[in-house]
């Protein structure tokens, strides 16, 4: 079947401006989480929704960073007026349940700001 | 608070080679521990988990709670073992995953 998807696949903004990054998890997974994989970080955990509330914010860097997610199954991720250290991949995952089960990771969307 | 260390950024062996894979964790309760690899141009994938006990490619992991470690291992590295391998911790009843830095394995013919 099909797995998580995310777009775009790429995109280059420039310092100052807002991003909006999407992820369509796997049908039925209630669970979603947004993670950040740099250079200098690493894999880093950003936030974790369960349905459509986010019971765990603890990894978003900074207020510039916020996440919603609708009808339990799409989220978005808006980095506002961004800034050269926000250049990451940002991998979205689901799961079908929040303990337990196994994650599966998107493709990514790769952040550049120039 | 959980920490993952993977001490080495690049392992290189020959095609043929016993590999280990190193991960050292730091956690006071009861850990879920998982490997997961990434392959060029592919995306994050589980490789196993220390609760499945299962050998995946060959690849096998125990888990020492006194060492505290989960070092991955395969007797006979190939080719196609070529990837980026991430340790990777989940506290009991958690959700998040917590990362090591990974390691690049280069297995040369």
């Known amino acids: 079947g099909a797995g998580v998807s995310q777009s775009p696949s790429n995109k280059v903004t420039e310092k100052g401006k807002d991003v909006e990054l999407r992820c369509d998890p796997i049908s039925g997974h209630t669970a979603l989480y947004w993670y950040r994989q740099s250079l200098g970080q690493g894999l880093e955990f950003l936030i974790y929704f369960q349905g459509n509330s986010a019971p765990d914010k603890s990894g978003l860097p900074s207020d510039r960073f916020s996440a919603e997610r609708t009808g339990g199954s799409v989220s978005t991720l808006t980095i506002q007026r961004t800034q050269q250290e926000d250049s990451a991949v940002y991998l979205c995952?689901?799961?079908?349940?929040?303990?337990?089960?196994?994650?599966?990771f998107g493709p990514g969307t790769r952040l550049t700001v120039t | 608070a959980q920490r993952v260390t993977q001490p080495e950024k690049l392992l290189s062996v020959f095609k043929g080679a016993p590999v280990e894979l190193k991960c050292n964790y730091s956690y006071s309760g009861s850990p879920e521990l998982f490997w997961y690899v990434q392959y060029s141009r592919q995306r994050l994938q589980l490789l196993l988990r220390h609760i499945s006990r299962e050998s995946i490619k060959g690849f096998t992991a125990d888990l020492n709670k006194g060492e505290t470690s989960f070092h991955l291992k395969k007797p006979f590295a190939q080719e196609e073992d070529s990837a980026m391998y991430y340790c990777a911790l989940r506290r009991e009843y958690g959700n998040k995953l917590v990362f090591g830095a990974g390691t690049i394995l280069r297995v040369k013919s």
């Open positions: 995952a689901s799961s079908f349940g929040p303990t337990l089960y196994e994650q599966y």
